[in-house]
């Protein structure tokens, strides 16, 4: 299966790129900036016609949360307008696109794990831009798939498990905000979880076409407890580690407010897809060791 994905430098991309169920089945066709930048309309049309794939995945995005919120018509521009052009793209070609979206379309006022069909009501620019983003690629294309995310971290690129580590070696004391819950999720797990409806599609199933799913780690915790179980791993690992106070939201004001509660229920994608996501703490396990081994 040739697979068109956005965002060649992101963290998804480069998890998806080395999933080891994708090596063999899937010839990547992976754009990004210069050749193919998103503020530009037309841009990603141009690399489906000119390419030809049989899957687009739309995994770039603005996602710079705060940076959002200065720069609006930016972010809706690519979170929006060119997931929107990317689907009608691939629809003019017949072939589906996964779009990958996040929990911050949630305004994280619910005291359970969000479903699929729960309301969405994003509090900041960049959630609100990612769910016209959603609305616009249901419009322009039947053969969709659009799945949210959450808190993603991995080996690679900027994340906040590789700040913390690192703050691990600047400060004597890391304080973080321990009063919003939500699913961390590795993408190296989202990647594997990804080619699980992927491997099923190159078959000829259309299991999922057409739907909305929710895929995060198992689990809820909050950035202070995710910091928290990131310290543990590096003091097991004999790397630097300092203690973690909890702070509140009202500690630590950003531009864009957060939900409080944006936990992720995956249940609907296990049971279409048989995959079950990793509990988060054997996912952050993963990524630590994975880290400490290539320092
Ligand atoms: N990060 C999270 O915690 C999180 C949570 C929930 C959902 N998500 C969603 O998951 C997906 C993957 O996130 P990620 O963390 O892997 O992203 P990432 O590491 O921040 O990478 C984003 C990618 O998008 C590209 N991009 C941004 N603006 C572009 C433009 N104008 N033209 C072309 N490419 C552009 C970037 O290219 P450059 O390298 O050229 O800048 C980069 O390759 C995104 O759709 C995101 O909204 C993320």
New binding site residues.
Partial sequence: MRILV??????????LLETPSAREAVEWLV????E?????PG??ARAIRDQAPDLVI???????VDQAEEDEA?TM???AD?AGEAASAARDHAIPII??????VFDGRAAAAYREDMATSPLGV?GRS?LAGEEQVRAANPDHLIV???????P?????VKTIMRAAGQRDVLTVVDDQLGSP?S?LD?AAGLMSAINGLAKGNRTGLGETYHLAGSGRTTWCGLATEVMANCRRLGLDHVDVLPIATADWPTRAPRPHNSELDSGKFADAFGFTMPDWRHSVRNVVERLAADR
């Fill in positions: 956005t965002g060649k430098h992101g963290q998804l991309v480069r998890s754009t990004g900036r210069p193919v930048d998103l503020q530009c841009s990603l739309n995994a770039a995005a603005f996602t710079v930016a521009r690519v979170n060119a779009q990958v979206s996040t929990d911050y960049y990612k949210r995310t959450a808190w993603l971290y991995s690679f690129g900027n994340n906040f999720t993408t989202l």
